[in-house]
């Protein structure tokens, strides 16, 4: 019999509900998870809503206050807005249960520092959900750049696009006040996100100049009114990487016709890797020395040799989807725990990522380019 993990999920929304189906998925498709996902608590912002969720989303219990599922619980998972990740990361850490993170763990950097510093302290096990680092493909890629077989890496691109606020009379909420989701606006929510697959892949950033705007400054209040916005619609940063090689980062929550553009191109001497996660079973490859009347991008689809596609499906080209890439999240987890180590991306990579945001806004805001990045410290106000 494998050991039982009872999980307490705080926050039962959109990505909620995805990892609420990678509990009860888990060990389904992948037999050899080394522990059983209990779901076992559930919390929520009132009483009645977290029976509803508990309902909902098989549950055994239900929490009106988060503290009560973190104490009940043998591990935590944080699925609640920027304000929240705090206080609750800290109780866990504190209890030393292990803790899975929605990013950008905090408000700040100052936050994210705090955390990582007092997990390392505790030597508690913890990961935050940078869920497209997980994909079965861009884990390939990595595979590819660490074979040697197209030399060094050049350059790079990399962008997080999607629309959901390029309406400009959308309104109002969480993700736009400073209150709630801190100094970052399209950097954490999505930035996040490609800040993390080209560490992932190209290794750590050394040197940035940033550029970030505010396109929609106010917006409607849901009373008549507006409100001001407090964070950027759109952020780029060019970079430079540890191992020389050269690039551009860009995010956006403004960019309409766009919905999950997670995308990147690696160039390097003898090739080129191209990834969207918009086609995320797909991954393009081109080798430089192919007869010239068939040289071009060639096409990858995911199949059963990538990393733990063969849970989901023994077919190539039939498609994971974002709830996969959860469950494939949470199995990284799980066997975390078991072992008793950390599962990266985890919460040092969340604070160095934090304060890449930073220094990309603060450079924005002195026109100034901004050496090791990864260790800066906003100045004192």
Known sequence: MRPELKIALVGAGFIGRSHALAIHAVNKVFPACPLTAVAHVVAE???????AAAAALGFDHAAGRWEEAVDMADAVIVAVPSFMH???ASRTIAQGKPLLCEKPVGLSAAEATRLAQAAAQ????????????RLPLVRQARAILDSGRLGRVLHVRGRHFEDY??????????????????????????GYHILAIL?????????LTGLSRTMHPRRPDGAG?????????????????????????????????RKMEVSF???CERGTIAFDAERMNELRLYEAGQPAEIQGFRTILANPAHPDYAGFLPAPGHQLGFNDLKTIELLGFLRAVAEGRCAAPDLADAMRISRLCDAILDSSQAGSRI??????????A
């Open 199 to 207: 560490r992932f892949l190209c290794g750590p950033v050394v040197e």
């Open 265 to 267: 191109e690696i160039v």
């Open 122 to 133: 505790a030597g508690s096990v913890h990961a935050v959900g940078f869920t497209y680092v």
């Open 86 to 88: 705090f206080p609750i």
């Open 225 to 257: 009114g507006t409100k001001p916005v407090d964070n950027e619609d759109y952020a780029a940063a060019l970079l430079a990487f540890e191992s020389g090689a050269v690039g551009v980062v860009e995010t956006s929550r403004i960019a309409i016709g």
């Open 371 to 380: 050496a090791t990045p990864e260790t800066y410290e906003r100045p004192a």
């Open 165 to 190: 606020l390029s309406d400009p009379d959308a309104p109002h909420g969480w993700r736009l006040s400073a209150e709630t989701a801190g100094r970052y606006g399209a950097l954490g929510d999505l």
């Open 45 to 51: 912002a009132d009483d009645a809503r977290a029976r």
